[in-house]
């Protein structure tokens, strides 16, 4: 069943196609991987399908509803969470309150009542409860830029996941990890699905991706070029030269 459709997205900058016709579908409970050269389009895309970026084209199908031109927010309190390349955890704040402050505009009348309103016990305990299904539990009360990046990486997802979302996309979440933190993150990434999110991320790292993804797509100059299963796009010959053009392999 498919969860979520992106219909022939067409996105010019100027004279540049980010995207020409753009399209494939996300099946409920997958974890699909966009992949493709720099400047591929990828972010482009991202930022289409969470309202950052209005399409000059297409439709995202979400929930039998074309949701092109509606504002991130709403499109957050749909059902569709996010975190971004370059991690945007509140540094000041410590994990517990980075979790809570996820829980946004479903609890807080704006931000400032945030740090203004007592927080409802109950809203506590769910907080801790995504903390320790993201293995940060021991780090709640830390400050989140004290955290390395693998965790603040993982406290990313678990305040993306206080709006409780039904497909969670992932810019580059092994980008600048080590090893370890990128092996910890691609069994979380598993486990979240096994819980029944449904998966989109983008990534270079190719080992990662492979080793993650049930279905991958691939996207070279804001064109669809392949997709498929990671077994079967990794020997495509389409996909190679994309990446040999560009000279960056995952
Ligand atoms: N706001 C913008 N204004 C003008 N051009 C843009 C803008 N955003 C992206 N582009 C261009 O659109 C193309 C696609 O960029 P995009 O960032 O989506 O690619 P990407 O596949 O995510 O690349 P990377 O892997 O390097 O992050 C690039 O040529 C980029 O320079």
């Given amino acids: 069943?498919?969860?979520l459709e992106i219909k022939n997205i067409v996105k010019r900058f100027g004279g540049l196609v980010a995207l020409n016709a753009v399209s494939f579908s996300i099946k409920k409970g997958e974890i699909h991987a966009l992949i493709g050269p720099n400047g591929a389009g990828k972010t482009t895309l991202f930022n289409?399908?969470?309202g950052f970026l209005k399409p000059d084209n297409g439709e995202i199908i979400y929930k039998g509803r074309n949701i092109v031109g509606f504002r991130p927010n709403r499109i957050a309190k749909l059902g569709i969470g996010r975190t971004f390349q370059i991690v945007r955890v509140?540094?000041?704040l410590t994990a517990l309150e980075n979790v809570l402050a996820g829980f946004g505009i479903n609890v807080y009348d704006n931000f400032r009542a945030f740090f203004e309103k007592p927080v409802n016990e109950n809203y506590i305990k769910k907080a801790r409860e995504l903390l320790d299904m993201c293995d940060l539990s021991e780090y709640y009360k830390v400050k989140a830029s004290l955290?390395?990046?693998?965790?603040q990486r993982k406290l990313e997802i678990a305040r993306a996941l206080a709006l409780n979302p039904e497909i969670l996309l992932l810019d580059e979440p092994a980008s600048g990890l080590n090893d370890l933190e990128t092996e910890e993150l691609s069994n979380m990434i598993k486990m979240l699905n096994k819980k029944g999110i449904t998966i989109l991320f983008v990534e270079h790292n190719t080992h990662f991706t492979v080793k993650t993804a049930h279905w991958i797509t691939v996207l070279d100059y804001g064109v669809k070029i392949a997709e498929g299963i990671p077994e079967e796009v990794v020997k495509d010959e389409r996909v190679i030269e994309a990446y040999l053009g560009s000279g960056s392999i995952g």
């Fill in 48 to 50: 289409i399908i969470n």
């Fill in 147 to 151: 955290l390395p990046l693998g965790l």
């Fill in 1 to 3: 069943m498919k969860v």
């Fill in 90 to 92: 509140f540094g000041h």
